[in-house]
């Protein structure tokens, strides 16, 4: 009989998480008997509590808000990627114990955005600057964007993504929230706001049906934001084709074998007709 092994996503609420269903269908498919995946409930503060009390039976953590900064603060080592963002959604288990934080966000992201279209010399604007905001940044970068657009409400909000947009080499400029209507006529438009906070803008946007949205949300779906740019035309990128993406490397680096994508995607489509 196999080993136990054990992951899971923690945040702070986890109860809409769909994480155990790309990853236990994963493991179903990849013959990875004995592995299971769940949802822990814990906030920021919480982390460091949590991950040290975790038994050697633990492969990794998927980590979703408010934990992502707290993720990188606990790891022992960190790839170039999070500490550039400040951020992981990973925590992968070494041999000797120690955690590795990693963000697989921002390759998600590259990796649907490319998919949709999006090529190099694309302005992007994005909506928010929280931790999704920081991946979204870095995945700019790797795209070669010519710009990027931070619409917060706040100004002191958009000063502290600077450093990331320094350390991931991309030009940012701020604007306010009040004239956010007047920057989503970009190529590429990232919306990393909770729900309900961008949907005032969804009716005020003279949509260009060459922009490309990526709303990091998916409970609920579709948004309104998304419903209106859809309906002029827009290329739809959702945060369930980032949970997809990003959960991809996150079970490779967990088992140390290939995700079986087919199977992780078709369960998370079935989840969601469900």
Not at 201 to 206: H, I, Q, R, S, Y
């Amino acid at each position: 009989m196999a080993r136990p092994r054990r992951a899971a996503v923690v945040g702070k609420p986890i109860a809409h998480s769909l994480s155990p269903v790309i990853h236990n269908a994963g493991y179903a498919a990849a013959g990875l008997a004995g592995w299971s995946y769940t949802r822990i409930e814990c906030a920021e503060s919480e982390l460091p509590g949590l991950v040290a009390g975790l038994g050697p039976e633990w492969a990794g953590l998927s980590v979703t808000m408010p934990g992502k900064e707290a993720a990188l603060a606990v790891a022992d080592a960190a790839s170039a990627v999070a500490v550039a963002v400040g951020a992981a959604n990973t925590l992968v288990r070494r041999p000797d114990g120690s955690w590795y934080a990693d963000n697989t966000d921002v390759t998600g992201m590259v990796e649907v955005l490319a998919g949709a279209g999006v090529r190099p010399g694309a302005r992007v604007t994005v909506l928010g600057a929280g931790g999704t905001a920081r991946a979204a940044l870095a995945a700019a970068a790797r795209l070669d964007a010519r710009t990027v657009t931070v619409v917060a409400r706040r100004a002191a909000a958009v000063d502290g993504l600077r450093p990331v947009a320094d350390a991931v080499g991309v030009p940012v400029r701020g604007a306010d929230w009040a004239d956010a209507a007047a920057h989503l006529v970009a190529d590429v438009v990232v919306s990393t706001v909770p729900k309900g906070a961008a949907d005032p803008l969804a009716d005020a946007v003279t949509w260009r049906p060459e922009t490309v949205l990526f709303d990091a949300l998916y409970d609920p779906w579709p948004t309104p934001l998304a419903t209106a740019a859809a309906a002029a035309g827009c290329r739809i990128v959702s945060g369930l084709d980032l949970l997809l993406a990003q959960a991809l490397g996150q079970f490779a680096q967990f088992t140390g074998v290939p995700a079986p994508r087919d199977a992780m995607a078709a369960a998370l489509a079935a989840a969601r007709r469900g």
